[in-house]
Structures are given as structure tokens and as C-alpha cells.
Nanobody
Framework: VQLVESGGGSVQPGGSLRLSCAASGIIVNMYDMGWYRQAPGKQRELVAVITSGGSTNYKDSVKGRFTISRDNAKNTAYLQMNRLRPEDTAVYYC?????????WGQGTQVTVSS
């Protein structure tokens, strides 16, 4: 199983980014997938989850701004991030919950700054 994130970068407050998580070795719609983030000096936190059944859940501070989705044909999960704030700055990680463990991607940096 391999997860490869892309789409991070630097953006001004109020801007948007879309993170992608290309999966290999699994079929994304058969598993719960999530996005975590870790800011410098802070603990890693769960940002958004999409279950195998398609249900979604979000951290309160990103509700209404972030959207998690997946494209089964591309076997890729996404995190659309709108109205970004400086406090969204972090390394973002894609995850998939497998039968006995959670697989993590390598992370992609998101920086929100004016």
C-alpha cells in the first residue's frame, strides 16, 4: 500500500488549495480515508474523514471550508481547502485505515501567509 500526497504550497489568507492523495495497492472506496495535519510544535490532528460508505466528518474549525472527497476511477482522495487561514499552516498527511493498521503518506506542506 502506498499513498502519495501532492498539491501543497504557499497561499495567501483567503486562498484555496486542493490536496491529492494517489493510492496504490488498495481501492480507495473500500476503506476509510482521512487527512491529518501537524503544525510546528503541535500534535498531529485529524482534519477530515471519508468512510467506505461515503460519510464525511470534519474538525470543527474546517467545517464549511474544507471538503474531503474521492475519485474511484483515479483511485485518489482529495481535500479541497477554501478560505484558508494562517492557522491552517501545517504538514498535511493522507491516511487509510486498513484491517490492522493505518497507512500514512509522506505529507505535503501547506503554508498560509500574507
Amino acid at each position: 500500500v502506498q499513498l502519495v500526497e501532492s498539491g501543497g504550497g504557499s497561499v495567501q489568507p483567503g486562498g484555496s488549495l486542493r490536496l491529492s492523495c494517489a493510492a496504490s495497492g488498495i481501492i480507495v472506496n473500500m476503506y476509510d480515508m482521512g487527512w491529518y495535519r501537524q503544525a510546528p510544535g503541535k500534535q498531529r490532528e485529524l482534519v477530515a474523514v471519508i468512510t467506505s460508505g461515503g460519510s464525511t466528518n470534519y474538525k470543527d474549525s474546517v467545517k464549511g471550508r474544507f471538503t474531503i472527497s474521492r475519485d474511484n476511477a483515479k483511485n485518489t482522495a482529495y481535500l479541497q481547502m477554501n478560505r484558508l487561514r494562517p492557522e491552517d499552516t501545517a504538514v498535511y498527511y493522507c491516511t487509510v485505515r486498513l484491517a490492522s493498521y493505518v497507512e500514512w503518506g509522506q505529507g505535503t506542506q501547506v503554508t498560509v501567509s500574507s
